[in-house]
């Protein structure tokens, strides 16, 4: 079983930038595809961007492609996500996960991760 750990959040005014880090413990990452999602009060959980095992190919979703970037360092286990422009509506909780190896990567459904990491918040103030 393996342990994600979020961190990185905070609060950062209207076109600030964060480094959201995911590092993960038990097992190397090095096989799974990994992805982030975020979750606002209120709302589902929802797909933000996901990465290949090799870091080879990426995916976002319409609202994190051009100001986001996923990327992975699968020496030291860690996954990040790299925010740009940060926009209010960004405001939420950002969970990263490991994709289930039955899946297909591209695959965006919640049910398409296993492992879950607490989450971190972040928060953009107008």
């Known amino acids: 079983q393996v342990q994600l750990v979020e961190s990185g959040g905070g609060l950062v005014q209207a076109g600030g930038s964060l480094r959201l880090s995911c590092a993960a413990s038990?097992?190397?990452?090095?096989?799974?595809?990994m992805g982030w999602f975020r979750q606002a009060p209120g709302n589902e959980r929802e797909f933000v961007a996901a990465i290949s095992w090799s870091g080879g190919a990426t995916l976002y979703s319409s609202s994190a492609k051009g100001r986001f970037t996923i990327s992975r360092d699968n020496a030291k286990s860690t996954v990040y996500l790299q925010m740009n422009s940060l926009k209010p509506e960004d405001t939420a909780v950002y969970y990263c996960?490991?994709?289930?190896?039955?899946?297909?990567?591209?695959?965006?459904?919640?049910?398409?991760?296993?492992?879950w990491g607490q989450g971190t918040q972040v928060t953009v103030s107008s």
């Open positions: 038990g097992r190397t990452l090095s096989s799974s595809a």
């Open positions: 996960a490991t994709k289930r190896p039955d899946s297909i990567w591209t695959n965006q459904q919640l049910t398409s991760y296993d492992n």
